[in-house]
C-alpha cells in the first residue's frame, strides 16, 4: 500500500542555481532536518542517470544505510525550462520510495516540486503501526527542506 505526497515552493532564483543547489554534495547534509545525521559513504556523487548514492543516515540510536538510484535526469541548461531528477531507494528502510525533484520556471523564479511515492515495510501492518508517524517525519522533512532551500537561494 503506497502513499503519496507532494510538495511545492516558489523560489525566487534561477533553474541554474537551484540546479545547482540541489544537486550538490552540500545540500544533502543542509537540507536534512536535525536530529537526522546523514552522512556519504558512497564514491559516486554526480547526479547522472545511473549513479547509485549510498547514505548513512543516523535518526536516533540506529545508523541506517540508504541507497538511491539515480534517474530520468534532466538537467538545467540555458535554455531549459524546466529540469530534474529521480532518486529510488534500492536499500532503505522502506519497502518503496521514489522521489522526484522538479524544477521549474516561472515568472520570478522557479516551482521547487517535490513528489514522494513510499511504502512502508509489512504493508497494512506497518502502516498502522507507524504510518501517521512516517507521514508527520515525511511531512517535517519536506517542510524544512523547502525552507532551507527558500533562505539559501531566494533573492530579496
Given at each position: 500500500?503506497?502513499?503519496?505526497?507532494?510538495?511545492?515552493?516558489?523560489?525566487?532564483?534561477?533553474?541554474?542555481?537551484?540546479?545547482?543547489?540541489h544537486t550538490s554534495v552540500e545540500?544533502?547534509?543542509?537540507?536534512?532536518?536535525?536530529?537526522?545525521?546523514?552522512?556519504?559513504?558512497?564514491?559516486?556523487?554526480?547526479?547522472?542517470?545511473?549513479?547509485?548514492?549510498?547514505?548513512?543516515?543516523?535518526?536516533?540510536?540506529?545508523?541506517?544505510?540508504?541507497?538511491?538510484?539515480?534517474?530520468?535526469?534532466?538537467?538545467?541548461?540555458?535554455?531549459?525550462?524546466?529540469?530534474?531528477?529521480?532518486?529510488?531507494?534500492?536499500?532503505?528502510?522502506?519497502?518503496?520510495?521514489?522521489?522526484?525533484?522538479?524544477?521549474?520556471?516561472?515568472?520570478?523564479?522557479?516551482?521547487?516540486?517535490?513528489?514522494?511515492?513510499?511504502?512502508?515495510?509489512?504493508?497494512?501492518?506497518?502502516?498502522?503501526?507507524?504510518?501517521?508517524?512516517?507521514?508527520?517525519?515525511?511531512?517535517?522533512?519536506?517542510?524544512?527542506?523547502?525552507?532551507?532551500?527558500?533562505?539559501?537561494?531566494?533573492?530579496?
Open positions: 500500500m503506497s502513499q503519496s505526497i507532494q510538495f511545492e515552493s516558489f523560489i525566487a532564483c534561477s533553474l541554474q542555481e537551484i540546479w545547482d543547489f545540500a544533502l547534509v543542509v537540507l536534512t532536518p536535525p536530529p537526522t545525521q546523514i552522512k556519504i559513504i558512497g564514491q559516486n556523487l554526480e547526479v547522472r542517470d545511473g549513479a547509485l548514492h549510498e547514505l548513512s543516515i543516523k535518526k536516533g540510536p540506529i545508523p541506517l544505510v540508504w541507497n538511491a538510484r539515480i534517474s530520468e535526469v534532466s538537467p538545467a541548461t540555458s535554455s531549459a525550462a524546466r529540469a530534474g531528477f529521480v532518486d529510488t531507494a534500492e536499500k532503505s528502510p522502506f519497502h518503496y520510495w521514489r522521489h522526484q525533484h522538479e524544477f521549474v520556471v516561472v515568472e520570478g523564479g522557479v516551482l521547487l516540486l517535490d513528489w514522494v511515492q513510499y511504502a512502508l515495510p509489512m504493508g497494512k501492518l506497518g502502516n498502522l503501526v507507524a504510518g501517521k508517524f512516517v507521514e508527520k517525519d515525511i511531512i517535517s522533512m519536506f517542510e524544512f527542506r523547502h525552507f532551507v532551500t527558500t533562505e539559501a537561494l531566494s533573492k530579496a
